[in-house]
């Protein structure tokens, strides 16, 4: 049980770890809180500091996920705690203890979490996500879709039933947290990616 808590805890500190916000003022002396849309995710680490500043920031922002979800693996073995140390990750990148419980919108640190549990439908989710930003120019949207399609394709794949509830849960917390990217789709005025050169 205290390993169980133990593990947990380190999880959601893990995701709590602002790389945006770090890396953003360590490596590229700018506060991502001050720029674009204030997020310090890598949408907005793209376009206030470029393409490269914003692919780390992404794959940092994925380890967070990957990682808390290969120690539940590693030292509790269970797909129940698999599941717990990923939603813990996510909640802890949204809620970040070091922010005053603010934060991202949790999807490269969803994808972490799923490339862990579920390989093959990562590999479909990421690719949609990568053509729909491609063909449209619109991040959120992009995300927005491929974290509807988490749970389905953790069903297709015949996934245990935990993963499946992750892959349902992660998708409406992900969809809640762009609320007002999707107003903004409607009403026409979401801003589209384009990469920043600071």
Request: charged share 10%; proline share 4%.
């Amino acid at each position: 049980m205290v390993t169980f808590v133990m593990i947990m805890a380190l999880c959601y500190l893990l995701g709590s770890v602002p790389n945006g916000l770090f890396w953003g003022k360590l490596l590229w002396h700018t506060d991502l809180r001050k720029h674009g849309s204030h997020n310090i995710g890598a949408t907005n680490a793209w376009r206030t500091l470029g393409k490269g500043p914003g692919v780390f920031i992404f794959l940092m922002d994925f380890l967070k996920g990957y990682l808390s979800v290969r120690l539940a693996m590693i030292f509790l073995g269970t797909p129940l705690s698999m599941v717990m140390a990923g939603i813990l990750a996510i909640v802890g990148h949204s809620c970040s203890i070091f922010m005053g419980f603010k934060g991202g919108k949790g999807v490269a640190t969803g994808l972490g979490v799923i490339a862990m549990l579920m390989p093959e439908p990562t590999w479909i989710v990421f690719l949609v996500w990568l053509i729909i930003v491609y063909l449209t120019r619109y991040v959120s949207l992009g995300s927005i879709v491929a974290a509807a399609m988490v749970p389905i394709l953790a069903w297709l794949f015949s996934y245990p039933s935990e993963f499946i509830l992750f892959g349902l849960l992660a998708a409406v917390f992900i969809i809640i947290r762009h609320r007002s990217n999707i107003e903004r789709l409607r009403n026409g005025t979401e801003n589209k990616i384009r990469a920043g050169h600071r």
